[in-house]
């Protein structure tokens, strides 16, 4: 409660902290995201996250939004994809970057 009411302030060491506080308690990674939103910061950082998670709609709606779609990193969204065991979601995934490789270098190859 004193998250949600402000009373403590938000910051990268009380996200950190809520991070850690996780396993004993479920809604502090929900409040360490709400928070590293309201600070701005980090949209690397929360896409870490959400990727940990296997939240990748979530990750890649984050990279769309934040204009990160062309400089980010296919193998970390291909290998967590893989890590869901969901064919669908790897071959979205696939497609999403096949997708972005033929518009920035104008082959569906991924380079290494």
Known sequence: QYLQYRVIGDSKPVVCLLLSLETAYKPARQLALDMMSRLGMASEEMIEVFLAEGRLVSALNLVKTNN??????????????????????????????????????GSGNFRR
């Open 68 to 105: 990160l779609v062309d400089t980010v990193s296919a193998r970390k969204f291909l290998e967590a994809a893989e890590k869901t065991n969901d064919r669908i979601m790897f071959f979205n995934v696939f497609s999403f970057f096949e997708e972005r490789n033929l518009r920035l270098y």
